[in-house]
């Protein structure tokens, strides 16, 4: 129900899922008044939706009020991440959420500054100060021992389709495996960072050549999916032994749920056959829904996992840590995608990594 | 109509511009404005229900509701199309209602199903899927209802707004109108599926393919994907013959694609390899279908120490030669696919595997033939640069293939180098593996490589056994086979220790069962480890113990642990039991004169 198939494990820890609800734009709260408001954060971890005729209330790893700051939404949700970044471990960090909900907001900050030092700027830029902070930090504590790499990129998935954000002239890149360094965007542009601001360049840069979209229903939302990869690389000279570390942090923005289109995140919703196109090209993804529902026998199902799962998969599926951050307006005319939201949220919840071990339990035992 | 005159012409004309740019020109919309033909179209269908409106007066009435009726569909689909679902609803129901008392009539009864069909879509999308499926089911029962009693090719809704000498052959309307009912059964199909009705759903998709391919409605690359991957539904089942049949199929429909030439005639690089990689895809189905019919019929063949039952082979010999005469009734009509002449090619191609369970190592072989070369096939284009995941699924799989074989091979020795292959292909994969971002598949490498071993090294005690005295060659290979699984289950269970290495207090689930088996394993296998030399025996059953008690300590402290290792447990509290004394008798030996 998600497009992550595999999340951390070493630690078994399922996805963090923190919920933050934006204030309502200005002067709408005011005419409204409480009764315009679709929800009501109980406590720093459960929520309560009006919902009728039962209310519902969900509880998440950390919910976050319309007063919470920028500042104690990054300690909260990223901290941890990059910090386990500096220790090898992978990260990712995604937001979540219907356009206008806050996600870029969140993720970025006010979108009118392109600074960085902004006192509302978001997690990614909180991150990568805290990021390089940690990084200065490890190389006064070991001098010349210790050196350090940080590398990224900036890619979109929009309709299955990816594009380098860092260079606009790219055509369709594609997605492959190496045996070492895992999965890669062939071809994507690797720019080396040495601090924050430039980090931050790169990321402002990137961000505006995004395809967004604007819809009679929709003043602006993003149809695509932005993954912003940092790769921390440590290098250790212990005597003759040299040890080298590396690890991704992912910064995610998915394209705006009302639209969300990815296999795994429709829900109910039936995959409408083209009315010029001839073929069924959907019939496909019903099947192997079909036989997912198997009952765990050897088989091979020809549809690949959609393109952002495949390519965190990796960062998912091994020692990673991953949070989502679902955001949420608490507009009462929001009602039906909140509810979707939460929904979304509660069963990444649930999801582990499945590390199955083919193990076979016959004949051994003699 | 002589009344509207050059008016009806205009009319028809901005029908015609508003359904082009809907269905043509909004394919090239900008990103940026990704409606705006839809949006435009739509202005165009309000133009023309006035229009209408307009001409009310002095018209049939019948002929101008159905005309109405098509109107509110094509602003029902539009406004679903952009995302304004209450409007289209409103649009959609008006237009049922125009044509409900007609809906059987030739010139209705296509524009009603798919007036439906978007009624079930529309639902969908609230998640209301119970309302969708009602849409559904009714629109099926009208086709059914209207084949039953009238069956001639009706009118598409298009042709309402067309001059006469542009109207539908018979052909093209009884073609569009069957497309119009293959679409309501492949949306039932999705509404039964997330109704988790999955055998109806099944059945929806397989007649769904069945219509494509009589009304030459696919792609055939698309079409042989969708058929492999039903055959894995079919696998699931146990349902071979079905399974083989879709797989056959689908081998046959993809060899088109290479016939036809493709819609643009500009094959590029990345066609080809698409392509190329499609084939691969349907290979590895193959493969697929290859292992789980040797390890079914390994299933019905095992005795209760997994090894091949003669008297139960003989008695499904026995059974097998009965049915046989009633093999080609057995036969399902209702999977077959394709007219005489796929048919034909289908047929031709079952022949070449068997669908029916292999009960000696001769059939056993054949098929496990058939699965390697489709290996080999799939992993022309799953190659490991590139490709990690995919290729080395499919060397596990080759060796799978090979560890059934094995299991009906009768000689010891020949079957312990059918796992030295095993051996020979999964361990340079796993030395190049980077676990830190294939952990998963690093695991099962490990895993399997221990397994492998220790299968082997069981074989050279059993060779051994035959022999009066076990020569120090034996000894020695039985040895080192020993070590090398221990060797891989440590592996295994180190990589479950967090960055600190330290061992969970807690397993996690999903590695629980693996992680206790490894346990065991090791005990056993130190417990095997075969010395002279006491002192290094006593050390042996020492770290048997060891690990025998970590199974029995970690069941007392966490009670649900036990369900998963009940009979492994029951042997570790055994061997709990005896070791202890066993070694004091030993230590008495070392030390006779304490």
Request: net charge negative.
């Amino acid at each position: 129900a998600l497009p992550l198939l595999n999340s951390p494990s070493i630690e078994g820890d399922a996805i963090k899922v923190y919920v933050r609800v934006r204030p309502p734009s200005e002067g709408t709260a005011l005419t409204d008044g409480d009764q315009g408001l679709c929800l009501s954060v109980l406590s720093s971890n459960t929520i309560r939706l009006h919902s009728k005729p039962e209310p519902k209330i969900f509880t998440f790893d950390y919910v976050a009020n319309m007063e919470t700051t920028q500042e104690s939404v990054f300690s909260s949700v990223a901290k941890n991440i990059v910090e386990s970044c500096m220790n090898g471990y992978n990260g990712t960090i995604f937001a979540y959420g219907q356009t206008g909900s806050g996600k870029t907001f969140t993720m970025m900050g006010p979108s009118d500054s392109d600074n960085f030092t902004h006192s509302l700027r978001g997690v990614i830029p909180r991150s990568f100060e805290y990021l390089f902070f940690l990084i200065e930090r490890e190389k006064e504590k070991a001098g010349s021992a210790k050196s350090f790499l940080c590398k990224c990129s900036f890619i979109e998935i929009y309709n299955e389709q990816i594009f380098d954000l860092l260079d606009s002239a790219s055509a369709g890149l594609f997605l492959r495996e190496h045996i070492k360094k895992g999965v890669f965007v062939d071809g994507a542009v690797e720019q080396v960072l040495s601090s924050a601001a430039e980090a931050y360049q790169v990321l402002t840069m990137g961000w505006r050549n995004r395809r967004v979209a604007s819809t009679s229903m929709n003043r602006e939302s993003s149809r695509s999916h932005a993954v912003f990869t940092i790769t921390v690389e440590s290098m250790e000279k212990n005597n003759e032994i040299v040890n080298i570390r590396s690890s991704l942090l992912n910064l995610v923005d998915l394209a705006g749920s009302e639209r969300q289109k990815d296999t795994h995140t429709e829900g109910l919703r039936l995959k409408e056959a083209g009315n010029i196109n001839r073929s069924l090209s959907c019939l496909g993804q019903v099947i192997t829904a079909l036989v997912d529902v198997g009952n765990g026998k050897q088989r091979h199902i020809c549809y690949r996992d959609s393109k952002l799962t495949f390519l965190l998969r990796d960062s998912l599926g091994g020692n990673a840590k991953t949070c989502i951050i679902a955001n949420v307006h608490p507009g009462s005319r929001c009602f039906g995608e909140t509810l979707s939201t939460l929904n979304f949220a509660q069963r990444a919840k649930l999801i582990k990594n499945k590390a199955v071990v083919n193990e076979d339990t016959q004949g051994n035992v003699s | 109509m002589a009344a509207a005159g050059g008016g009806w012409a205009a009319v028809c004309e901005k029908f015609r511009t508003a359904r082009t740019l809907s269905a043509v020109e909004s394919r090239n919309d900008p990103e940026t404005e990704p409606y705006r033909s839809k949006y435009s179209a739509r202005a165009l269908l309000q133009e023309v229900k006035q229009l209408l409106s307009a001409a009310e007066e002095g018209g049939e009435a019948r002929l101008l509701a159905v005309r109405r009726a098509v109107l509110e569909y094509e602003l029902g689909v539009n406004h679903t199309d952009t995302e304004e679902l209450s409007a289209g609803e409103e649009h959609l129901q008006r237009c049922t209602q125009l044509l409900e008392p007609h809906r059987l009539s030739p010139d209705c009864v296509s524009l009603y199903i798919q007036a439906q069909n978007n009624l079930g879509i529309l639902w969908s999308e609230r998640d209301e899927i119970k309302t969708a499926q009602t849409y559904l089911e009714s629109a099926e029962a009208l086709y059914n209802q209207y084949m039953k009693e009238d069956g001639n090719p009706p009118i598409d809704p298009s042709e309402h707004f067309m001059a006469e000498e542009e109207k539908l052959t018979d052909q093209e309307r009884s073609k569009r109108f069957e497309k119009a009912y293959t679409h309501t059964l492949y949306y039932l199909a999705q509404v039964y599926q997330h109704l988790e009705m999955i055998e109806k759903a099944a059945q929806y998709c397989h007649t769904t393919l069945k219509r494509q391919l009589e009304y030459c409605g696919y792609y055939p690359v698309e079409w042989a994907l969708n058929a492999a991957t039903l055959s894995q539904y079919y696998l699931s089942k146990q349902c071979f013959m079905e399974s083989r049949h879709c797989l056959a199929a689908a081998s046959v429909i993809f060899s088109q694609a290479g016939q036809v030439p493709s819609a643009e005639d500009n094959e590029t690089e990345q066609d080809q390899q698409d392509l190329q990689q499609r084939k691969a895809e349907i290979a590895r189905c193959w493969i697929k279908y290859c292992l789980n019919l040797l390890q079914s019929a390994r299933k019905l063949l095992e005795d209760n120490v997994g090894e091949l039952d003669p008297d139960r082979q003989l008695e499904l010999k026995t059974q097998r030669k009965k049915e046989e005469d009633e093999k080609e009734k057995g036969r399902k009509k209702a999977v077959l696919f394709g007219t005489s002449d796929i048919c034909d090619s289908v047929l031709a191609m079952e022949e070449k595997v068997s669908s029916v369970y292999p009960l000696d190592f001769q059939e056993a072989r054949e098929i496990f033939l058939v699965g390697q070369n489709y290996v080999q096939e799939a992993k022309e284009f799953f190659q490991v640069d590139g490709y990690v995941t995919d290729h080395i699924e499919i060397v596990q799989d080759h060796s799978a293939l090979f560890k059934v074989l094995a299991f009906f091979e009768e000689d010891y020795e020949r079957r312990c180098k059918m796992h030295k292959r095993r051996v020979d292909m999964l361990e340079p994969i796993y030395a190049d593996l980077n676990p830190q971002y294939y952990l998963l598949i690093s695991r099962q490498l490990q895993f399997e490589l221990a397994d492998t071993y220790y299968e082997m090294m069981d074989l050279k005690v059993a060779i051994g056994n035959r022999l009066e005295e076990l020569d120090s060659h034996t000894i020695k290979k039985i040895n080192s086979l020993a070590q090398l699984a221990i060797k891989y289950y440590e592996l295994f269970l180190d990589s479950l220790r967090n960055p600190d290495k330290v061992f969970p207090e807690q397993l996690e689930e999903d590695v629980l069962r693996p992680a206790m088996v490894a346990k065991f394993h090791i005990a056993r296998l130190y417990g095997k480890l075969i010395t002279s030399d006491s002192k290094k025996q006593l050390e042996n059953m020492q770290t048997s113990l060891e690990y025998y008690t970590f199974l029995v300590d970690y069941c007392e402290k966490y009670p649900d642990a036990v369900r998963a290792v009940e009979t492994e447990l029951e042997l570790s509290k055994e061997m709990v039991g005896l070791l202890p004394t066993r070694m004091e008798r030993l230590r008495a030996k070392l030390c006779p004169f304490i």
